[in-house]
């Protein structure tokens, strides 16, 4: 899917021209009330188009009042026009998923105990409850927990990945997902979605924009903008009497153009632009919100829980080296080693055959016609070949030395304690009933991880590790991986203890998770990444879902969620600042004539009045429009600390609106006294 999400979701001219026609429907009073700042600026807008219509009726000069309308309108429109264009490209992440919602015939299940008994029907008249028969080329018609059976089955359709998984019953494999396809063998699968509310329906409601719910940041900016464009209301209707004391009240379409450029239209005009984009940033990375909530909370995340198996280490444990003991060469160990594994398929047993071929050069030959195969069983904790040249043996340390019938020498068992004491795995290796040695087998940490544990310490944010390991295994591959603490032998009261001690001191908890057991944990967590490959329980209690099933993508989900507080942050800052500098644009256009010295603020030394009032009303719209990238893409984030963060953004961003509208309305002023409208 993500493929087809990221061509989709890319700015190209059919998307532009739906999200023109939807900037104009959005023009409308009854929508555009929620947001408090551009509903004023309509408003303004239309009392501005009614005063130029009248003064060109009656004769009066009318090109001036017409222009600053124009510009209300146009700043207007590009406000609308962001918030488009950000549901244009989840309406086109949404359309490429519909094509993967397709309405199936299902073989429902008469009874249960019996699979020969099955009524055709159609998936949509399916209901909770529900057993279907789902065999080898049927798809999957909604989603469900598989009770019975076990199948490869291809996701394509929701993950993007062509490699089928399998699913089975009573693991925490179990959930599927309507749409998809079984490749072989079969299931019964229990229906737990009603018709429309599947997770498809779901995703396509979500990156649609039509189930987002404003976040708590987003509704308390808004209050804060609607408080600033109610002080600047009544400081410009104030300003009507000061002037009329002095018997020049300025023009209502000046008064509109100097209210308009004051109140903060620039991130009112964003604001949901930016809230939408944060989600369309998460399905990009192949992740589910189930709502703006769940992404803002991770942006202000600051403990992390991460499994241990397959998300800090590679989940499989690797030979790591051959310890000979006295009187044997580590190349004797290696071949022995070597030897013994040759039909041991395991992770383990694949990863000593490459070591031999990586330390001393040795290629694993075939299987030899003849040899005898030991079997690794609980009882013996065994392995190995039976060859014409000897026998070959791996396993257990203190079960091989048992089998051998001798004691281990004193070298050996102090590197079998030390590989222990590392959280590794020792096995010893014997040939022809000779001890020759040890591997060490090691739970192997991912590469980088260790420095994106240290980028998430610089966030502020604490890592722990958590794992079903003995305190011993588990101390030291958190000091190798570089996490701040760890939780051996975990049990889900445990997660769900840690997770809660973490919230009553006011931290916001972050965790991944799979398994029916992880379910509590991923409910009380602040946000709680479910894998999708994970149990239907799992996906259910958290708030967003991993299409991918990559739980160290929960770092890059709490890295997408600061992005979105600090781009939110940094245009509100932009915002802000840069209305200074149409103070020194509009105010002494309004009073120069009344107060002569106020020509000494019209520092930009702009041409006229007119001028000056325009220039600033088409600086405030142009500048919506220059920033919608930005808002779309998200501000780039740095792993710093919060103090150096703030002192970034202030530079860039508050420096840079101070400026920019200077060098802008200045440009601007220049223009119209060329093409002669000054």
Same mark, same amino acid.
């Not at 019964?188 to 979605?193: K, W």
């Not at 290796?429 to 591997?439: D, H, K, P, T």
């Not at 009553?504 to 991923?522: K, Y």
């Given at each position: 899917?993500?493929?087809?999400?990221?061509?989709?979701? +890319?700015?190209?001219?059919?998307?532009?021209?739906?999200?023109?026609?939807?900037?104009?429907?959005?023009?409308?009073?009854?929508?555009?009330?929620?947001?408090?700042?551009?509903?004023?600026?309509?408003?303004?807008?239309? %009392?501005?188009?009614?005063?130029?219509?009248?003064?060109?009726?009656?004769?009066?000069?009318?090109?001036?009042?017409?222009?600053?309308?124009?510009?209300?309108?146009?700043?207007?429109?590009?406000?609308?026009?962001?918030?488009?264009?950000?549901?244009?490209?989840?309406?086109?992440?949404?359309?490429?998923?519909?094509?993967?919602?397709?309405?199936?015939?299902?073989?429902?299940?008469?009874? @249960?105990?019996?699979?020969?008994?099955?009524?055709?029907?159609?998936?949509?008249?399916?209901?909770?409850?529900?057993?279907?028969?789902?065999?080898?080329?049927?798809?999957?018609?909604?989603?469900?927990?598989?009770?019975?059976?076990?199948?490869?089955?291809?996701?394509?359709?929701?993950?993007?990945?062509?490699?089928?998984?399998?699913?089975?019953?009573?693991?925490?494999?179990?959930?599927?997902?309507?749409?998809?396809?079984?490749?072989?063998?079969?299931? &019964?699968?229990?229906?737990?979605?009603?018709?429309?509310?599947?997770?498809?329906?779901?995703?396509?409601?979500?990156?649609?924009?039509?189930?987002?719910?404003?976040?708590?940041?987003?509704?308390?900016?808004?209050?804060?903008?609607?408080?600033?464009?109610?002080?600047?209301?009544?400081?410009?209707?104030?300003?009507?009497?000061?002037?009329?004391?002095?018997?020049?009240?300025?023009?209502?379409?000046?008064?509109?153009?100097?209210?308009?450029?004051?109140?903060?239209?620039?991130?009112?005009?964003?604001?949901?632009?930016?809230?939408?984009?944060?989600?369309?940033?998460?399905?990009?990375?192949?992740?589910?919100?189930?709502?703006?909530?769940?992404?803002?909370?991770?942006?202000?995340?600051?403990? %992390?829980?991460?499994?241990?198996? *397959?998300?800090?280490?590679?989940?499989?444990?690797?030979?790591?080296?051959?310890? #000979? $003991?006295?009187?044997?060469?580590?190349?004797?160990?290696?071949?022995?080693?070597?030897?013994?594994?040759?039909?041991?398929?395991?992770?383990?047993?694949?990863?000593?055959?490459?070591?031999?071929?990586?330390?001393?050069?040795?290629?694993?030959?075939?299987?030899?016609?003849?040899?005898?195969?030991?079997?690794?069983? @609980?009882?013996?904790?065994?392995? *190995?070949?039976?060859?014409?040249?000897?026998?070959?043996?791996?396993?257990?340390?203190?079960? %091989?030395?048992?089998?051998?019938?001798?004691?281990?020498?004193?070298?050996?068992? !102090?590197?079998?304690?030390?590989?222990?004491? !590392?959280?590794?795995?020792?096995?010893?290796?014997?040939?022809?009933?000779?001890?020759? *040695?040890?591997?060490?087998?090691?739970?192997?940490?991912?590469?980088?991880?260790?420095?994106?544990?240290?980028?998430?310490?610089?966030?502020?944010?604490?890592?722990?590790?958590?794992?079903?390991?003995?305190?011993?295994?588990?101390?030291?591959?958190?000091?190798?991986?570089?996490?701040?603490?760890?939780?051996?032998?975990?049990? #889900?009261?445990?997660?769900?203890?840690?997770?809660?001690?973490?919230?009553?001191?006011?931290?916001?908890?972050?965790?991944?998770?799979?398994?029916?057991?992880?379910?509590? !944990?991923?409910?009380?967590?602040?946000?709680?990444?479910?894998?999708?490959?994970?149990?239907?329980?799992?996906?259910?209690?958290?708030? +967003? $879902?991993? %299409?991918?099933?990559?739980?160290?993508?929960?770092?890059?989900?709490?890295?997408?969620?600061?992005?979105?507080?600090?781009?939110?942050?940094?245009?509100?800052?932009?915002?802000?600042?840069?209305?200074?500098?149409?103070?020194?644009?509009?105010? #002494?256009?309004?009073?120069?004539?009344?107060?002569?010295?106020?020509?000494?603020?019209?520092?930009?030394?702009?041409?006229?009045?007119?001028?000056?009032?325009?220039?600033? &009303?088409?600086?405030?719209?142009?500048?919506?429009? @220059?920033?919608?990238?930005?808002?779309?893409?998200?501000?780039?984030?740095?792993?710093?600390?919060?103090? @150096?963060?703030?002192?970034?953004?202030?530079?860039?961003?508050?420096?840079?609106?101070?400026?920019?509208?200077?060098?802008?309305?200045?440009?601007?002023?220049?223009?119209?006294?060329?093409?002669?409208?000054?």
């Amino acid at each position: 899917m993500s493929t087809t999400i990221r061509r989709a979701a +890319m700015l190209n001219r059919a998307l532009l021209l739906r999200a023109s026609l939807d900037a104009l429907r959005k023009l409308d009073p009854r929508r555009l009330v929620r947001n408090p700042v551009i509903f004023v600026t309509e408003i303004v807008a239309i %009392l501005v188009t009614v005063l130029a219509a009248r003064a060109l009726a009656v004769g009066q000069d009318w090109t001036f009042q017409a222009g600053i309308a124009l510009w209300l309108w146009l700043t207007v429109l590009f406000a609308t026009f962001a918030e488009a264009v950000a549901e244009g490209r989840g309406r086109a992440q949404a359309d490429s998923l519909r094509r993967a919602r397709t309405d199936t015939r299902a073989k429902l299940l008469l009874r @249960a105990d019996d699979r020969s008994l099955f009524q055709p029907r159609a998936s949509t008249e399916l209901r909770v409850g529900d057993l279907v028969l789902v065999e080898a080329g049927d798809l999957i018609p909604s989603d469900g927990e598989v009770v019975e059976g076990i199948a490869s089955v291809n996701e394509a359709a929701v993950t993007g990945e062509s490699a089928p998984v399998i699913r089975e019953s009573g693991g925490d494999r179990s959930a599927v997902t309507g749409g998809t396809l079984v490749v072989s063998d079969w299931i &019964v699968v229990r229906i737990t979605a009603a018709a429309g509310s599947t997770f498809l329906d779901r995703m396509i409601s979500l990156v649609e924009g039509a189930a987002r719910q404003k976040t708590p940041n987003e509704i308390a900016l808004d209050i804060l903008l609607a408080g600033m464009t109610i002080i600047f209301l009544i400081a410009v209707a104030t300003l009507v009497g000061l002037a009329s004391w002095n018997g020049q009240p300025p023009s209502v379409p000046v008064l509109a153009a100097l209210l308009v450029t004051l109140i903060p239209t620039t991130i009112g005009g964003l604001l949901s632009a930016i809230g939408i984009a944060g989600m369309d940033r998460l399905v990009r990375f192949n992740v589910l919100a189930t709502s703006g909530r769940a992404v803002e909370a991770a942006g202000d995340v600051d403990v %992390l829980l991460l499994d241990k198996t *397959g998300t800090i280490t590679l989940g499989n444990r690797q030979a790591a080296c051959f310890i #000979p $003991v006295p009187g044997a060469t580590e190349r004797e160990v290696a071949e022995a080693a070597m030897l013994s594994s040759l039909a041991d398929e395991t992770p383990e047993g694949r990863s000593i055959l490459a070591l031999a071929r990586e330390r001393h050069a040795m290629e694993a030959p075939a299987l030899p016609d003849g040899a005898q195969v030991i079997p690794f069983t @609980a009882q013996t904790r065994i392995s *190995g070949l039976d060859l014409v040249q000897g026998s070959y043996r791996k396993g257990a340390v203190d079960a %091989l030395v048992k089998s051998v019938g001798g004691q281990a020498p004193a070298e050996l068992r !102090a590197a079998v304690d030390r590989i222990a004491r !590392a959280g590794g795995t020792p096995l010893a290796v014997a040939r022809n009933g000779q001890l020759l *040695g040890a591997i060490e087998l090691k739970d192997i940490v991912k590469t980088g991880m260790r420095a994106r544990f240290d980028a998430l310490r610089t966030m502020g944010i604490r890592t722990v590790m958590v794992t079903g390991d003995n305190r011993l295994t588990a101390a030291a591959i958190a000091a190798e991986a570089g996490v701040d603490d760890f939780i051996a032998e975990a049990t #889900p009261e445990d997660k769900l203890a840690y997770i809660r001690k973490a919230q009553a001191e006011g931290r916001l908890v972050a965790m991944a998770g799979d398994g029916t057991n992880d379910a509590p !944990a991923l409910a009380q967590a602040d946000v709680g990444l479910a894998m999708q490959t994970g149990t239907q329980a799992a996906r259910e209690a958290g708030n +967003m $879902v991993d %299409l991918d099933s990559d739980p160290t993508k929960l770092i890059e989900v709490v890295e997408i969620g600061k992005q979105l507080l600090i781009t939110r942050g940094a245009l509100t800052t932009f915002s802000i600042a840069n209305d200074v500098a149409k103070y020194f644009a509009i105010l #002494p256009a309004i009073f120069v004539a009344s107060y002569p010295e106020l020509g000494a603020l019209n520092i930009m030394a702009l041409a006229s009045p007119e001028s000056a009032i325009l220039s600033a &009303v088409i600086f405030n719209a142009l500048i919506i429009v @220059a920033l919608v990238p930005l808002a779309l893409r998200g501000v780039r984030y740095v792993p710093v600390g919060a103090a @150096a963060l703030l002192r970034r953004n202030l530079l860039i961003y508050g420096l840079g609106g101070l400026l920019a509208p200077f060098i802008g309305i200045k440009i601007i002023d220049l223009i119209l006294v060329l093409l002669g409208l000054a």
